[in-house]
């Protein structure tokens, strides 16, 4: 299967394709969305999207869909963690397509029809999505129809079904980038500038002004003669309530036993260790004797003088230092013990410049006379546009592979690093013959490869069930509540930790790492709650105590009344020292004679322009006053966020530099941004319930 051969050599993962459509979003009149009633939630709902549950099943699937199209177009049958984290993505995106997205489009008046669909797919408007597909292109990166056309006549020949797979996930590719762009579309003209707005965005930022203030920060100070009620906060409250809406979260307390070697077993490591090292001296087949007896295996890397020393200064001196024993003896290093003995040494170059002609591997007549002829002289740039089966078009000359590094190497081209420049030779690898030639390198260094033997410092059973009991001594006497806990913990003087606000879902927490299982725990618990022991990474037990819960929609105002009281202190306290500086300099017309009466300094600002106040580091209050203010008159005192200003405009200038060329694109910016806050719209109209985290 030649095509599908090129699906997998070409195109590598193409999973993520849909995430930057799905994830965006409308807005929508909430009665115009399709609700459904439920008496119950049920504990197999992976979320709720626009009213519609998606259940388990019904995920599963997905992920089993995305999950063999990974494989199909990776050619590998394992999925990493961040491959598997895309899957997962994908799957409730299509989801959120089907149930909100592209309904909502359509109910907007945005249509796909077939025969656009066919003109998109196969047709004279080849779709992007098909065009930048490597799996359509030619040998020069280009989109090729006939390619295309290969492609879908395959399709019926393939038992596997892999390939209408493929193009299902294709078509509906395209469909939804149609749709996305469509409704973008509709979306971008909507946003029109009137001629009215467009003035007054051009003077706003051609005038600019020039003034003299002075700042009377408000201060921290507390200040017994401000006060406020308990009405003044609910007032504040509701007025604002959009302010304090939150996502679903929770707050923790949790003690973790991380579990650590003992000095026994550092012990039991270091005899191991030593009993092998005699044998380590005199191995003669370091590959295999490491393969059987150290937790390293050989590597192939090989290290200059210099490269050690700020990591293992210990085989650094053993490699490059004066004295050259065989062999290095065991040393502590973390939790690890290791010995080194000199694999090889080379001269070698750190990197080097390479240009191929690549054949196919049946081909050796050709690659032999291509050889001779090069070996005479021949041009390599020009046998290589005319044989090898590279014609990548994005390099300076046919044939150049460019610089390769050990950390940057085609496997089995490691000589390119040892040998001579402009000399010739053969690699075989798993894409052909290459007809091989060096034409830059950097200075050769003599270089070492060490054997390495290793042995980790591991925690032993009898280390691991001593860590265990302590933490389940604290789940006994927690009993499950939380002032037991709490009691538990101060009597044994556990360094309990807080973690507040973790959202559903989540995979850490702090400094810890894979922590899926507490964060599962904590959204099945009630309020107080006390964990069994969790164990992650089979390195650490958790005991959780769950401290608050936050639901999604509102905080409550007895969450954030200590914040609002806050703000209207500030207010407040701003308030009274406004009018204090009022009164210090009642009839004083001097900016001099002003700063003097407040014990401040005059400071000077130019260059204010009302139009630009997102990008001034100014207060804000004071660059309304200053761009509002008249010449030549003081003006204030003015209250603003961070103090009080008191203020005097000298200049005021209008210019011609902001045009209406400017004022288009400050427009075109705010589409993007529009745009960019669709998602978090869409959540919230949505009413998108996620709990993929109580599963996956």
Known sequence: MAVLDKIRTKFSVLITVLIALALLSFIVDPSTLEVMSRTFSSKYDVGEINGKSVRYEEFQSKVDYYTNLYHLTSGSQTVSEQALESIYNSAWQDFESEYLILPTMREAGVRVGDEELFDLCQGAEISPVIAQDRTFADETGAFSRERLVEFVQSIPMDASGNLATYWHFVENNIKRQQ???????????????????????????????????????????????????????????????????QAASRDIDYVVFQVKPSIKDIEDAKNSIERDFANFEKAENLKTFLAHNSDTPLRDYYYKAGELESTYPELEAFAFGKKQPKALAPFQKDEMFIAARIADRKQMADSAFVKHILLPATDTQLADSLMKVLKKGGDFANLAAEFSMDKNPNVSETGDLGWMTQTMMIPGFESVLTTRPNEYFTVNSNYGIHLVKVTKQTRKLDKVQL???????????????????????????????????NEAVSEGNLPVAPAKNIKEGAKSISRYKNTREVNRWIYDAELGDVSPIITVDNEYFFVVALTSVHEEGYAPLSEVSESIE?????????????????????????????????????????????????????????????????????????????????????????????????????????????????PNVFDQLGKVVDHRGRFF
């Not at 706003?204 to 906060?233: L, Y």
């Not at 389940?472 to 499950?480: F, H, W």
């Not at 322009?609 to 207060?619: E, H, N, R």
């Open 179 to 245: 749709y996305y762009d469509k409704y973008v579309s509709l979306l971008s003209k909507s946003n029109v500038m009137n001629p009215v707005e467009l003035r007054r965005t051009i003077e706003d930022n051609n005038t600019t002004s020039a003034a003299d203030f002075v700042a009377i920060p408000v201060g921290f100070q507390p200040d017994s003669t401000i006060k406020v009620s308990r009405s003044e906060i609910k007032a504040y409250y509701e007025q604002h309530k959009k302010n304090y809406r």
């Open 451 to 485: 054997a390495l033997l290793t042995k980790e410092i591991v925690a032993s059973e009898a280390t691991f069930q001593q860590y265990y009991a302590q933490a389940n001594d604290l789940v006994i006497k927690s009993e499950g509540k939380l002032e037991k806990f």
């Open 566 to 678: 806050y703000v209207l202190t500030h207010e407040k306290r701003a308030q009274k020292l406004a009018e204090e500086v009022a009164t210090k300099i009642a009839g004083l017309n001097d900016m001099q004679a002003i700063a003097e009466a407040l014990n401040v300094k005059v400071s000077h600002r130019d260059g204010v322009a009302f139009g630009a106040l997102g990008s001034q580091t100014v207060d804000p209050a004071l660059v309304g006053a200053i761009t509002g203010a008249p010449e030549q008159v003081i003006a204030g005192p003015v209250q603003g966020r961070i103090g009080v200003y008191v203020l005097k405009v000298n200049d005021r200038e209008v210019g011609a530099f902001y045009n209406e060329d400017d004022a288009k694109v400050k427009e075109q910016q705010l589409v993007s941004y529009q745009i960019n806050m669709l």
